[in-house]
């Protein structure tokens, strides 16, 4: 088993940029295909991104593509999402997962193992 725990989140303005990190603690970190959800309220919980076990293959929504990118350091077991040109519809409840799956899927069934989230607040 794999605990998670997000920091990072804030408020940010209109065409800023944070980096979310992920630190994980349990079982080695490589074993596991890592993603990214958001789920803004009155709204179910979306994909944003995953990234395989070595960092080589990575998804993307159409809604983050060009504008964040997912990246990890086995080494330091840390996750991380660097978003950038944020949008009023990028506020949200940002959620890291994990996953013993090869592939880095879109689905939130795929995923086992979930962070409590971290609030991002993006205003006009």
């Known amino acids: 088993q794999v605990q998670l725990v997000e920091s990072g989140g804030g408020l940010v303005q209109a065409g800023g940029s944070l980096r979310l990190s992920c630190a994980a603690s349990?079982?080695?970190?490589?074993?596991?295909?890592l993603g990214w959800f958001r789920q803004a309220p009155g709204k179910e919980r979306e994909f944003v991104a995953a990234?395989?076990?070595?960092?080589?293959?990575?998804n993307y929504a159409n809604s983050a593509m060009g504008r964040f990118t997912i990246s990890r350091d086995n080494a330091k077991n840390t996750e991380y999402l660097q978003m950038n040109s944020l949008k009023t519809e990028d506020t949200a409840v940002y959620y890291c997962?994990?996953?013993?799956?090869?592939?880095?899927?879109?689905?939130?069934?795929?995923?086992?193992?979930w962070g409590q989230g971290t609030q991002v607040t993006v205003s006009s």
């Open positions: 997962a994990a996953s013993r799956g090869l592939l880095p899927a879109p689905t939130s069934t795929e995923y086992a193992y």
């Open positions: 990234i395989s076990r070595s960092g080589i293959n990575t």
């Open positions: 349990g079982r080695p970190f490589s074993m596991y295909t």
